[in-house]
């Protein structure tokens, strides 16, 4: 919920930034640097993290599910050889 509502902050404020630029005809900067310029460089760095996040998060599912599946294969191999 956290990350909808930042994504609804930056979106309002490049809106907002577009509108202010588009009623006076020049570009917003901040010290010097296009602000929706910023925003778009913020936004893909974001969704970059967001990304690499995901593939941890299946990453370590991956492992996990490996893991599970050698004990299990451990487990059976031992069972045969004491029976």
């Given at each position: 919920?956290?990350?909808?509502?930042?994504?609804?902050?930056?979106?309002?404020?490049?809106?907002?930034?577009?509108?202010?630029?588009?009623?006076?005809?020049?570009?917003?900067?901040?010290?010097?640097?296009?602000?929706?310029?910023?925003?778009?460089?913020?936004?893909?760095?974001?969704?970059?993290?967001?990304?690499?996040?995901?593939?941890?998060?299946?990453?370590?599912?991956?492992?996990?599910?490996?893991?599970?599946?050698?004990?299990?294969?451990v487990k059976l191999e031992?069972?045969?050889?004491?029976?």
């Amino acid at each position: 919920m956290v990350l909808l509502a930042h994504v609804a902050l930056v979106d309002t404020l490049v809106a907002k930034t577009r509108a202010w630029e588009e009623d006076r005809g020049i570009q917003f900067a901040y010290d010097g640097v296009p602000l929706l310029a910023m925003l778009d460089e913020y936004a893909m760095l974001r969704q970059e993290r967001e990304e690499e996040k995901r593939r941890m998060r299946v990453s370590s599912y991956l492992v996990t599910i490996t893991l599970f599946q050698l004990t299990h294969a451990v487990k059976l191999e031992c069972e045969l050889i004491w029976v």
